[in-house]
């Protein structure tokens, strides 16, 4: 076994055909991973042992869905590395299937669970491609429930890969907070653990002066902060988070995503992101998402 100064780290990268695996990798890459797509999970223990021949130190590996059939030997794999001193993450890239199929439509490839075309009726091939969805989701349920989720759905490239970096410079075996603000005019997000509406509040979007800005700019902070209910809401959240993350690190949780959600995506819930970040980070490993902003 490595000692904890020596020892490997390792990035899996599972989840749907479409959801942006390739992105997530060549980020991995960028940061200085040695990136392996489509590993056969056989062939895990043995590829990880011999990159800790070579001294490697991080790698980050890609599994899908054409592995199906040896899929579920990959927990009992990442507990055997785990055992052996080896620093595992488990990604899970996911998009809902309104996405997925306009990913696959627009670039003309075919879902690798695709049965043979069952004629040309457009109807037909649509049909043809949800089921192949869905059936991947269900081969991939447990991998999901074992990782850290991150939902492609409408982010950029860009923001995909900002997640990615942010996610695996963060320590290796403690709880990560991860705070995100998102319109619920865009969907709320697959990958939150708590979701909270905070679309009651007072919105900065009807004072003129601060339509344009967004939470994290200093006006808005400064209107925000004289609002009776925006004060109460900070404070029960927190208080929700505080009674409850002790017991979650406990479960041998490594991410925690608590996602703010408000009309637009602009101001209240980018504010109250902020704002939760700055509480929990002396305790707590804190990350910082604005979907709709584009900011980490």
């Not at 040309?120 to 089921?131: S, Y």
Request: charged letters at 20%.
């Amino acid at each position: 076994m490595q000692n904890s100064a020596q020892a490997m780290e390792m990035v899996l990268i599972t989840g749907m055909s479409g959801s942006g695996k390739s992105v997530a990798l060549h980020a991995l890459e960028d940061a200085g991973f040695y990136c392996v797509d489509n590993l056969p999970p056989e062939l895990l223990l043995p590829f990880v042992e011999l990159e800790q021949q070579h001294q490697a130190r991080r790698i980050a590996i890609a599994m899908d869905v054409r592995s199906a059939t040896s899929l579920p030997l990959v927990p009992h794999h990442l507990d055997t590395l785990r055992s052996r001193g080896v620093h595992v993450k488990s990604l899970f890239l996911d998009a809902d299937t309104e996405t997925l199929v306009r990913r696959y439509s627009e670039s003309r490839r075919k879902h690798p669970l695709s049965q043979p075309d069952p004629g040309n009726r457009a109807q037909d091939a649509r049909r043809a491609l949800v089921e192949a969805i869905e059936l991947e989701r269900t081969l991939l349920t447990t991998l999901r429930e074992q990782a850290h989720v991150i939902d492609s759905s409408i982010i950029r490239a860009a923001q995909l890969q900002g997640y990615v970096k942010a996610l695996i410079s963060a320590p290796t075996g403690q709880l990560t907070l991860v705070f995100e603000s998102f319109a619920f005019k865009r969907g709320v997000p697959s990958d939150a653990d708590y979701v909270f509406d905070v679309r009651m509040l007072p919105n900065p979007h009807y004072e003129p002066a601060l339509r344009d800005l967004t939470g994290r700019d200093q006006p808005v902070a400064d209107y925000l902060k004289t609002q009776a209910e925006v004060a109460l809401m900070l404070q029960h959240i927190t208080h929700f988070l505080e009674s409850w993350l002790d017991a979650l690190a406990r479960d041998h949780r490594s991410y925690v995503t608590v996602a703010i959600g408000c009309t637009g995506g602009q101001h209240r819930s980018v504010y109250l992101v902020e704002q939760l970040s700055q509480r929990f980070t002396p305790q707590w490993v804190t990350l910082v998402r604005h979907r709709e902003i584009g900011a980490l």
